[in-house]
């Protein structure tokens, strides 16, 4: 089935091997003429000399009197000299030196007299209060050496100098091939089965933001005939190509061949992960890379590789991006195979930046855009351990990730809610939050990765949610159980509900879909069916695992479940009737060294906020009483 | 004279008034609609949900058979099960799970009966290898809060939730509007007096970078009626107005009373250097910012002042700039009425980071463009000592300051090239170089604040260059000397040589200009006059001082000099005519230290190399023998 294989280059080596080969052919920036004023962010392509002088005269760089220095030989406090009338000019800053003058007096060293003359206390050098021609830039002179990224003061420097024109490097432009039978444009109706196309808009905006072009061609269908005459159409107008999916080296996978059979092919295969399957090569002068289908290994393929390209055809240099030293909350495995690109959401709890690995599926985008950073674990390693320290490549601002307020633990749609009222705050925050469930929190606060997360765990002997879980999992104190709200659970189910389930033995009878173990749901779920006496391999679809509320509602609305345990307000966005069953108490539990926190204080506030209470009652099936309100500390 | 007084506001309590003076009068952000792809870099005005799931359907998640998970039961290596053709389908990954189907096995794990069945040899579970409807996005999820920026990976995560366009904050529009009666157009002739205008162009690059656009006015001249008129016009259709100069309180200082008149003038003159006379309030809604004209005070008013008003109005954040610890090289006075900003070069010199201060002239937009970053000294501070360790706010990026060889001394116009040289390097390095004059270099190498530098000091006695000066000023070593060029020092005189100049006595009879105290040519200058029994006194224009030899050549082609001394290529440069008096060593003094770092190593490459012999020839009056080779190490 598979027609060849991928090999397992190491990254450095595959980009200089890339590199090298296209300077051998000769790819090369290529040069425009831009007008100065609108060439910020651009890069000269040649040394820039300046056309003038700035200033271009001999100024007077005071207010006050301009004369022949000689006259004011000999004046002291004691003896001081007049000058005459028309031996000297009155002049402001910036006027021409007059003709025959040779240096300026502060107006405020100037005694008037009534005929017009005036008084001088003090001698003054030739050229004293003067500025010289040429102080800012020399006719001549190198204002800027080749290739240097156009600043705002730069321009300034030009204009100042008589520049009025730059050759700078043109854009390079890059044609995006999007590849794949099932592939359908991001913006059609899309059907089941179909694959919305939106890599290339990310790599569009990537490519813009290094200095490069795009063209996005039309999606072609999984034929080599037809991807060969698309590339051959791109490489004639086209400074780049990049055709994405089809990459690897399975049935319908034709880009290695087309690159083969037009140019040259030199890696299919890199020992990353994300991003293995990619291919790069030269059609002429014409750089190729085939860029893996999946969103994520797309982008770290676009980042790793394409920039340099674009850097080659910029003479934009690749900076090191800015990286910060984190501490890892959990172990990250690796395999020994792959260089792997690890995002992580950081944020600082208590005295450390503290990175907590997510999931690493190639297909999450979102994900990928929630991310603080990337921690890359070197080819031949193991991984890391929890609580080492690791640089991290920041995708997020500095500010963001210290202004961040770390939320792990159950889900609830109220946190993004709160996340937006905090964005939108006089001095905003941002809100990382993780659903990991209620257990998920209490891991995470032991662990001092997270300020604080939702919780909502039923103490089935007590019937009281949350306090007793506490006191059990913080026998040495350290957090504090704020009160948030109150909500129903209940089955989400098609409109009209037309299994007409009513009570959780009717879980018998229908396909379920869970939440993800450790889910305050799937404890409540747990002691409901122990209540009843319910086995769990009663239940079809008890191993179906969904992250949050609004999945499992997701997975009803679509057919492919028949029921699922959540709140209301999640069958309510999807237009799904619900069948309430048991009033939860949903609450945060806080680190106390987070309560020192900004973003935590704002947090709370929120809690407490009109605008919060506001947000809820149009969510609806929520009790708000008292929220924000201490509950428990220990 | 003056007509009203500056303040001296600290710029965080006017920032403060200002911002929140904004806020009462209800200045703020508008929106527009903007299609999601094009939308990068914008920031979104409110909180964005998802509008579909993503994946919208269960997809297969691997190449195999699609089944109902319970044929699977009981299937292990010794008790394979049989599934018949009809109860499975071959699926590959994305496909959608087909209708009855619960999980995939993964192909690798299938057997092939010739009658089309197929053998499982272990169970599967329910929903194993089916990627989950909504993985990355479910619709109704908050994929991006408030005011989020957004960045590629984020578009991915819209156009997958089925977000197709998206409410950004309007970019807004400022008003600039320059004033002078000596402002003229920076494109147009410039006549002795014109001061012509760049800044409108400078801080219009920087709006654009901040994500706001800007709108330039004709120049309106020093008349309160005609800058009231302006200002109106630029209130009715901008979101902000910019009024170049005039902000100060001298004779045709209009800016604050125009303020006054249609509005309210809310701060006027910050204790900030450069940059004091700024005047900040609003009319109506519209922010007023009165901004000095020195391009350098500026700036410093548009970064530290402007940007925050923008952020109002664009909601994207200030993010605190990259800042770098380094060491000072030498003692910064500050005064304690001021908080100044004082630019720097920097350098990675041994193991430091060495920030050498910069003039602080206003006017000198070129010296901006060219430092590395910015010292701040504040308020009721003194200075700081030389050797102090301080925070420097990045203008330039780590990266090339790591690349930076700092080169302080002599000034040739052959540095310049050599920078050209490396920056066209196959890995390029920049060149930082101040003009101190030969004796400046040897001071920043004692005090290690450069790699090399140039230097030309005859030895009177011995005739012979550099050397014995090297020996005298490291009497403990530590730098090397290598060899640089031959050049002929002479009289730059205008073409035709009108007042006849042949000798060095011929100087008593001209209007001359001087180098500064240090530069090599003023020390040859003292030679020459002293073995002539010429005093200093005798020489009209002595004391007026330029850095480099253009500077000196373009004194004498505008004029406002007879002669100066200097090399042939400035003459040359002004098409000047060019009387030779002497050949002079000008060689390279390295630190031993600096042969370590890799600019360095690329510097002296460069000296040997062709193409720098080639740039000599083309600028005439080297001799480039040997050039690069080491003549003395101590």
Not at 153 to 162: D, E, N
Not at 284 to 290: C, L, R
Not at 326 to 348: N, Q, W
Request: proline share 4%.
């Amino acid at each position: 089935m598979k027609h060849n294989y991928l090999s397992n280059i190491p990254l450095k080596e595959a980009v200089e091997k890339f590199l090298s080969c296209l300077k051998d052919v000769g790819t090369s920036y290529k040069t425009e003429t831009v007008e100065t004023r609108r060439a910020n962010g651009r890069t000269v392509a040649e040394a820039v000399y300046a056309k003038r002088c700035s200033p271009h005269y001999c100024a007077c760089a005071m207010d006050g009197i301009a004369l022949k220095a000689g006259l004011t030989a000999g004046a002291s406090e004691s003896s001081p000299v007049l000058i005459k009338k028309e031996d000297f000019t009155f002049v402001d800053t910036g006027d021409p030196l007059p003709d025959g003058a040779d240096c300026v007096v502060m107006i405020e060293e100037v005694t008037e007299n009534s005929d017009g003359s005036v008084m001088l206390y003090s001698a003054s050098a030739p050229w004293s209060h003067v500025r010289q021609i040429g102080e800012d830039v020399s006719a001549g002179d190198m204002i800027a050496p080749s290739f240097t990224r156009v600043t705002p003061s730069l321009i300034g420097a030009f204009l100042a100098g008589g520049v009025f024109e730059l050759t700078v490097t043109k854009k390079p432009v890059f044609a995006i091939i999007p590849t794949g039978d099932e592939i359908v444009d991001a913006q059609s109706e899309v059907k089941s089965g179909d694959i919305p196309e939106y890599n290339s808009a990310v790599f569009s905006a990537m490519l813009s933001e290094w200095g490069a072009e795009s063209e996005v061609y039309p999606i072609t269908p999984d034929d080599p005939a037809l991807l060969e005459a698309a590339v051959k159409k791109a490489c004639e107008v086209c400074d780049g190509v990049i055709v994405i999916a089809g990459s690897s080296a399975g049935r319908d996978d034709y880009t290695s061949s087309v690159l083969e059979k037009l140019g040259k092919v030199l890696v299919h295969g890199l020992a990353i992960r994300p991003g293995k399957p990619a291919v790069l090569g030269c059609i002429g002068k014409v750089p190729f890379i085939g860029v893996p289908g999946y969103p994520v290994s797309g982008i770290i393929v676009m980042e790793n590789i394409v920039k340099t390209v674009v850097s080659l055809l910029t003479k934009i240099p690749v900076e090191d991006a800015e990286k910060i030293s984190v501490t890892v909350s959990k172990r990250i495995p690796s395999s020994l195979k792959y260089h792997e690109f690890v995002r992580c959401r950081a944020a600082v709890v208590g005295n450390k930046t503290v990175a907590v690995p997510m999931g690493r599926a190639a297909g999450i985008v979102s994900d990928f855009a929630k991310a603080s950073g990337i921690v890359e674990i070197e080819q031949n390693s193991e991984g890391v351990e929890g609580g080492e320290r690791l640089e991290m490549t920041l995708l997020k601002s500095r500010g963001e990730i210290e202004r961040c307020v770390c939320v792990i633990g159950s889900h609830d749609v109220l946190i993004d809610e709160l996340s937006d009222i905090l964005a939108r705050g006089e001095k905003p925050f941002c809100v990382m939050s993780a659903n990991t469930g209620s257990m998920g929190c209490i891991t995470a606060l032991r662990n001092k990765e997270a300020h604080l997360g939702g919780i909502h765990l039923l103490d089935a002997e007590s019937g009281e949610y949350n306090k007793s879980y506490v006191k059990k999992y913080f026998p040495n104190g350290g957090v504090t159980l704020v009160k948030g709200i109150g909500r129903i659970q209940g089955f989400i189910v098609p409109k009209g509900n037309p299994k007409q389930l009513e009570a959780i033995e009717d879980l018998r009878r229908v396909s379920f879909v869970n939440r993800q173990r450790g889910a305050g749901t799937r404890i409540l779920l747990d002691w409901l069916l122990g209540k009843h006496g319910i086995s769990i391999d009663e239940i079809y679809g008890y191993t179906r695992e969904e992250y949050t509320h609004t999945a499992v509602a997701a997975a009803v609305a679509c057919g492919s479940a028949d029921c699922g345990l959540g709140v209301y307000s999640a069958a309510r966005t999807y237009d799904l009737d619900f069948v309430p069953l048991f009033n939860e108490q949903y609450d945060f539990l806080v680190s106390n060294e987070a309560f020192e926190h900004d973003g935590v204080k704002a947090f709370l506030a929120a809690l407490k906020s009109e605008e919060f209470k506001r947000r809820l009652k149009k969510l609806g099936g929520y009790d708000f009483k008292n929220a924000g309100e201490i509950i428990l500390e220990v």
